[in-house]
DNA sequence: GTCTATACATAGATAGAC
DNA sequence: GTCTATCTATGTATAGAC
């Protein structure tokens, strides 16, 4: 299965990493293109080509020189030079630092969404919508390594709405998990007397330790369908009847 | 079994969260103590009661505000206005804000290294070993909660020495359950074919969430004793023959 | 041993030339 | 639309009084 257009919107697929990568490379230019019309009063720059490859280099800098000293510490100077644009050519494109993190925290949470809540439907038993969605989470968080590492350090230092949005993100996932659980011990797929919550959320430290340790499972070779299987099959050997 | 001193060094008692608990007190000072003359070449101050408290309380200051805004963020006005001394005193304490840093890792590093070599020391099967192991991270990193968080917040910031003291400690607790399970394959205690590294990576992973998501837990009123047990009881019956 | 006042560097943001 | 030069605030660290 190819990626496909469909009723205007893109399908994502998750047979395995390698077509997962190729079906997401339209999602993710299809967001940041989106992403610059819903800024567009933020945005003294006018929509063109050139311009929304312009936003999409400052997001990727930004991203890559926070992950090393944090967003915080990353000056204006330095994210000039790296993006190759001056300082004063930046504040064309947001009106503060404040407001360059809060698009950078809306281009990967549309991603995120768009991928987990597409891995839900074409599913049909519980095991598989466990495994899917696994995988689903797997792969996007390799794709957008950068921006879930990104998030997960940064969120801390989160003010107001953007906190709150990110743990919402956080609670959502792992409300998702529980869901598939508890639906499968409601159609007898599942044990009985499994704590929901608990598994639920030890399910999503094991999907976090994939981006947060990201250099040692690359140092082992260990690849993504490899660790999404692995996972599932400890869940799936603790939770099945 | 209460802590007791034996051979000039105290046990830890590892029974339940509780008794843990209390007989950690007097080990953490005594690390703090000691933490104190091996750093007598930078204090300025001599030591005494006062100054050994002193310290202390600049420690505990600097990770509960770094923990909020992160170390770089943390202003020496901010640190000075927290610990009741002066900036010009605190520097009297340590000659740099770089080297605040070494004594503040070397005072959780110590702590914890204590705790998990000690752990296995007096189990007999690899069950145990295992069990106790997961127990004695849960309940040092329920302890020092604010130590570890710090420490895994900071890490990516931390340069040369200090970086590749914290990452090989992230290792030597992987390596330790790794051991302890390729241990029991080999004694048949466990079943043949398990990826030990993996495991032992995504057992890491659960013992990790417990001091990254503290807000969580605490929400949902999970004891360290519950969840030590839990994670045990998914690792076990993966690896169980 | 601890204090206050200050030196010096670097940050985010803006003004005005082109 | 993009540049360079500069304003103002805040940071770490130190000097010298007590």
């Known amino acids: 299965m190819k990626a496909e257009k469909l009723d ?75 993006s190759s644009l001056s300082i004063g050519a930046l504040y064309a494109y947001f009106p503060s630092k404040d407001e360059l993190l809060h698009i950078i925290q809306q281009y990967g949470r549309s991603s995120v969404e768009k991928v987990l809540s597409e891995s839900l439907i074409y599913s049909s038993t519980s095991k598989d919508k466990l495994h899917n969605f696994i995988r689903a989470h797997i792969f996007i968080s390799e794709v957008l390594k950068d921006w879930f590492y990104f998030s997960y350090m940064e969120t801390r230092y989160f003010t107001g709405t953007e906190y709150n949005k990110t743990i919402e993100g956080e609670l959502l996932t792992e409300s998702l998990i529980k869901d598939i659980i508890e639906n499968g011990i409601e159609y007898n797929e599942f044990r009985q007397g499994i704590q929901t919550s608990l598994i639920a959320s030890i399910a999503k430290a094991m999907l976090q330790d994939w981006y947060l340790k990201r250099w040692k499972y690359s140092k082992r070779g260990v690849t993504p369908d490899e660790y999404a299987t692995e996972c599932f099959q400890i869940l799936y050997n603790y939770i099945k009847i």
Chains 1, 2 share one sequence.
């Open 8 to 82: 205007n919107t893109y399908i994502v697929d998750l047979q395995n990493y390698n077509t997962f990568k190729k079906s997401i490379r339209f999602i993710l230019d299809d967001i940041v293109s989106r992403l610059y019309d819903d800024n567009r009063q933020l945005i003294r720059v006018k929509k063109s080509p050139q311009s929304v490859e312009n936003l999409k280099r400052i997001i990727h800098a930004a991203i890559a020189i926070s992950n090393k000293k944090g967003y915080a510490a990353m000056s204006m100077r330095e994210l000039s030079a790296v």
